[in-house]
T-cell receptor
Framework: NAGVTQTPKFQVLKTGQSMTLQCAQD?????MYWYRQDPGMGLRLIYY???????DKGEVPNGYNVSRLNKREFSLRLESAAPSQTSVYFC????????????FGSGTQLSVL | GDSVTQMEGPVTLSEEAFLTINCTYT??????LFWYVQYPGEGLQLLLK?????DKGSNKGFEATYRKETTSFHLEKGSVQVSDSAVYFC?????????????FGQGTTLQVKP
């Protein structure tokens, strides 16, 4: 079982460049999430999609956009990368809207120079 | 808003020692509480959860009890192993607006030495 698949695993960008992080889940989950993980700060929610066709801002949405392409896929886009966006990004999914078990991908380590 | 506070790490223990990682929370209403574990180079995995006051979650020898009176959900294990070395995150479900988001603590690194 693949679960939650994220690509790429590593990425280095220059300030101002753009990129899209891809995420797909094969568990028929309704809800999907993007988190960033920074040392000493735990995981902070960037955006989430409670169901197909909806997206909402989380705690730290500035500088990011998302697309829920279909039930399986939820992408995160950095339009103009900044050094403050250097982080590890995790995609996650859950079956229901109301918080239950999250299934996480293995993460994308992004460095912005 | 809702928040989770964990004890500062890193926590370094010898194999077979007793483990406690403290977690306290602030929340409106009655959230569900979770412990997630992150092994090196991997994403987070659910370790255990509790959905109401006085519930005890348990898994792989780890336990945590939902204490509403002290707003706590401390993680314990009687005898740790080297393989338990990981980062542990306490989290609560944000039920405001029925969004189901999880709010995480900052994580506590556990290092177990042989």
């Amino acid at each position: 079982n693949a679960g939650v698949t994220q690509t790429p695993k590593f990425q280095v960008l220059k300030t101002g460049q753009s990129m899209t992080l891809q995420c797909a889940q094969d568990m028929n989950h309704n809800s999907m999430y993007w988190y960033r993980q920074d040392p000493g700060m735990g995981l902070r929610l960037i955006y989430y999609s409670a169901s197909e066709g909806t997206t909402d801002k989380g705690e730290v949405p500035n500088g990011y956009n998302v697309s829920r392409l279909n039930k399986r896929e939820f992408s995160l886009r950095l339009e103009s990368a900044a050094p403050s966006q250097t982080s590890v990004y995790f995609c996650a999914s859950s079956l229901h809207r109301v918080g239950e078990k999250l299934f996480f991908g293995s993460g994308t380590q992004l460095s912005v120079l | 808003g809702d928040s989770v506070t964990q004890m500062e790490g890193p926590v370094t223990l010898s194999e077979e020692a007793f483990l406690t990682i403290n977690c306290t929370y602030t929340a409106t209403g009655y959230p569900s509480l979770f412990w997630y574990v992150q092994y090196p180079g991997e994403g987070l995995q659910l370790l255990l959860k509790a959905t109401k006051a006085d519930d005890k979650g348990s898994n792989k020898g780890f336990e945590a009890t939902y204490r509403k009176e002290t707003t706590s959900f401390h993680l314990e294990k009687g005898s740790v192993q080297v393989s338990d070395s990981a980062v542990y995150f306490c989290a609560l479900s944000d039920r405001s607006g029925n969004t189901g988001k999880l709010i995480f603590g900052q994580g506590t690194t556990l290092q177990v030495k042989p």
